[in-house]
């Protein structure tokens, strides 16, 4: 069997942008609404901006997923913020594929969101969508709320718990 490590997933996975750039005109549109549903406080921006550690995040997952479509949007915005970040992206079947193996997850979700460090390390796992979301006792309850956009400082707040540990 055929096995790539964390490193190699990252070097063969792209851009936000170009993975953007692949979808159909409605996905790629998704993007800088979501972004403008995004509304970080100063003291989030400065705490990303101040982050002094490299991360890599390796993002698997597809731009015809609305949940991709929002917590992706976060991940390229942390890295625009911060020159330290960098994102790539890999399909959801390699994830499945590769990711999943070294993760030990059995049920794999897109988008799977590994945060790690300059050297590789995993130093956290964000899956699908954030905890509150996950954890809801019925997501049809919340779920149009979720896809307009009222749980991402949600997403934001799991992504910084995992950074903060760093």
């Known amino acids: 069997m055929i096995k790539m490590t964390i490193e190699e997933l990252f070097n063969v996975g ?4 170009s993975c953007v750039g692949d979808g159909t005109k409605g996905e790629r549109l998704r993007i ?4 403008s549903r995004l509304h970080l406080s100063e003291n989030l921006i400065s705490e990303i901006q101040e982050f002094k550690k490299e ?15 929002l917590n992706a949007t976060i991940v390229n915005k942390f890295c625009e913020l911060n020159p ?6 890999i399909s959801t079947a390699r994830g499945k594929k590769f990711l999943a193996p070294i993760l030990e997850i059995e049920n794999f979700k897109g988008p799977s969101i590994v945060i790690l460090d ?9 899956e699908e969508r954030p905890k509150i ?3 809801a006792p019925s997501f049809d309850d919340i ?4 896809y307009k956009g009222k749980y ?5 707040n799991d992504f910084l718990e995992i950074m903060r540990q760093a």
């Open 14 to 17: 792209v851009s936000f942008e």
């Open 32 to 35: 800088p609404k979501n972004l």
């Open 55 to 69: 991360l890599k995040f390796l993002v698997s997952g597809e731009i015809w997923c609305p949940d991709f479509q």
């Open 84 to 89: 330290n970040f960098d994102i790539s992206i």
């Open 118 to 126: 300059n050297n590789y390390n995993i130093l956290g796992l964000f």
């Open 133 to 135: 979301v996950a954890n």
């Open 143 to 146: 779920k149009l709320e979720y």
């Open 152 to 156: 991402l400082l949600d997403s934001v």
